[in-house]
């Protein structure tokens, strides 16, 4: 089986349109998403939509659950919680009531954790080599995938030690090798809102009978997003961080 893997969708539907173009070109047969459909991007509604369309597992975002249950907004930085109050202004209540109904996290049928932050810690930013190495140790499943950092990144342990014991790195392009025994932890990166630098949208494939994950980025019209950002009146940081990537 092979899973495509999207996070941190961020209500950017023309990134997400371009990603899901490419991951039906690449024949996957199903598609996982990591939470944060919503919040930051001006197209919610559309991306609820496209997410609920294209995804076989779906699991919540700290964004998804402040669109349905407002009262965590207190919890976000102001501009990101502006953001959200636009949001949840503009996906109606079907929409808002799938976005409470995903769960923290999941297991997918092809026995793969799926979770936005950590495993077992739904809000865990895992930013460190460290921090990478505890959440595969409490993952009740030996293959993870996590999103929330928008940065991509990987930790493959095999038994005895063996494998990378680092976090970031992960060439894009270049499959990495997973063995059957092997302690698997993956980020795809963000599709609608990179913080890597790179400014393409970023997802990921994990082909599981070969035994192997591939990282993707594809340009989008980012222009095209800005301008409707601007036209909604969603902050300006938020405009511009998308040219950079950060
Ligand atoms: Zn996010």
Known sequence: MRIG???????NAVALQEVLIALEDLAVDEVVCLGDVVGYGPHPGLCVDRVKAACSLTVAGNHDRAVAGPA?????????AEALRWT?????????????????????HGGVLCCHGA?????QYIDTPAEAAAALGRSPQPLALCGHTHVPAAMVLHPGGRGSDDWHPWPEGEPLEIRPEARVLLNPGSVGQPRDGDPRAAYAVLDLEAGAATRYRIEYDIESTQKAMARAGLPTSLIDRLANGR
């Not at 965590?72 to 990101?80: D, E, M, S």
């Open 5 to 11: 893997v999207v996070s941190d969708v961020h209500g």
């Open 72 to 80: 965590i907004l207190t919890r976000f930085n102001p501009v990101a």
């Open 88 to 108: 949840a202004e503009r996906v109606g209540d079907g929409e808002a009531a799938w976005l409470g109904s995903l769960p923290e996290e999941a297991a997918h």
């Open 119 to 123: 495993p077992g810690a739904p809000n």
